[in-house]
């Protein structure tokens, strides 16, 4: 009895490195080995290595620049001291209004909607003088108008801006950019209540795009935060230190 040829399943790994799998691979039998992904990650972790170290002078004032001097490459310290004198220089030159305007309804249109063609602008609506919350949002409208120039912040009366418009809803705060309201805020209990401070108005600013996480007026205004407690307690250890010697 003549038993036929009949070729026996051979079950292949495709993935395995083999003399036979090249065979099949050759004659398209099996496909392709697909490329490993090891070379693939080792070139982006040496790629994040790079650009973390690129990257370490980000956020750096120009006093902790100059401070690196001994332990950085000299060519690339100074890219790095261009580059914040350069945002300086064009912080310095947007920052035309450092002042609160009150503005009144006939000029609205001018004051704000236009003017926000070319910055931004936070229009604060107030309450009556017994409005505590009103007169919160006043003094921090004053302090952030101070430093960030570049930013227009304006007030008036709710109801001289919107006509019937009531107490309870004030302070609101309505913010421009391009001709348009881009968020609206109505009193301070979407922020932080009596006790909302620059810090909450400014995360709005860095959520909306007006200010940048890498602003340096940020950072100093962080560490002049920080530096004041200590700077009143040396002062006190040093009059202590002086009474001594009396």
Sequence with gaps: MNI???????????????????????HGVIPEKPPSP???IEEALVEARRLAHENRLEGKDLDELDELEDDEDEDFLEQYRLKRMAELSTITKASVFNQVYPVQKPDYS???????QKAWVFVLLTASDSNVESRIAEELWRE?????????????????????????????????????IKRQIVTLRE??????????????????GALQHSDPRL??????????????????NDDDEDSDWD
């Excluded at 912040?153 to 001709?179: A, H, Q, S, W």
């Excluded at 950072?219 to 700077?231: A, L, N, S, V, Y």
């Design 4 to 26: 036929p040829d009949v070729p026996i399943p051979v079950e292949v790994d495709p993935n395995e490195d083999t003399e036979w799998n090249d065979i099949l691979r050759k």
């Design 38 to 40: 090891t070379p693939m």
């Design 110 to 116: 001018r004051e704000v909607t236009e003017a926000s």
């Design 144 to 180: 952030l108008a101070r430093d960030f120039g570049d930013i227009k912040f304006c007030k008036m009366r709710g109801n001289l801006c919107i006509e019937g418009y009531p107490d309870k809803n004030c302070p609101t705060v309505l913010i421009y950019k391009d001709g348009d």
């Design 191 to 208: 922020l932080n209540g009596p006790r909302t401070s620059t810090d909450d108005i400014k995360k709005v600013l860095l959520d909306l």
């Design 219 to 236: 950072r100093r205004k962080d560490e002049d935060t920080e530096q004041g407690p200590k700077k009143i307690r040396q002062s006190r």
